[in-house]
């Protein structure tokens, strides 16, 4: 059984930065992609970041410059990096696997910026 879990999130200060992280297990492949997305409340949940089994990555406009995602494959684990957070970052953050076809979720980290 797949399982995602994501840590890291929490409150901080406008301008400080967090990471988060996302623990895969059970997955048989790691030819796979892994995408951040969050969701704020009241809102959709939106694509923040994506990186490919080769560590191809693409970001949303939002995050260009503050965030940055990376995985380490022999530990089964993705992070992104949160830089210069802004109010507008708060949000449920959300590890997202897709893999032989399938889309995989974890429970979420709440993220909040305080200004």
């Known amino acids: 059984q797949v399982q995602l879990v994501e840590s890291g999130g929490g409150l901080v200060q406008a301008g400080g930065s967090l990471r988060l992280s996302c623990g895969v297990s059970?997955?048989?492949?790691?030819?796979?992609?892994i995408n951040w997305y969050r969701q704020a409340p009241g809102k959709q949940r939106n694509l923040v970041a994506t990186i490919t089994y080769g560590g191809n990555t693409n970001y949303a406009e939002s995050v260009k410059g503050r965030f940055t995602i990376s995985r380490d494959n022999a530990k089964n684990t993705v992070y992104l990096q949160m830089n210069s957070l802004k109010p507008e970052d708060t949000a449920v953050y959300y590890c997202?696997?897709?893999?032989?076809?399938?889309?995989?979720w974890g429970q979420g980290t709440q993220v909040t910026v305080s200004s």
């Open positions: 059970g997955s048989r492949s790691n030819f796979n992609v």
């Open positions: 997202n696997l897709i893999t032989m076809g399938r889309s995989y």
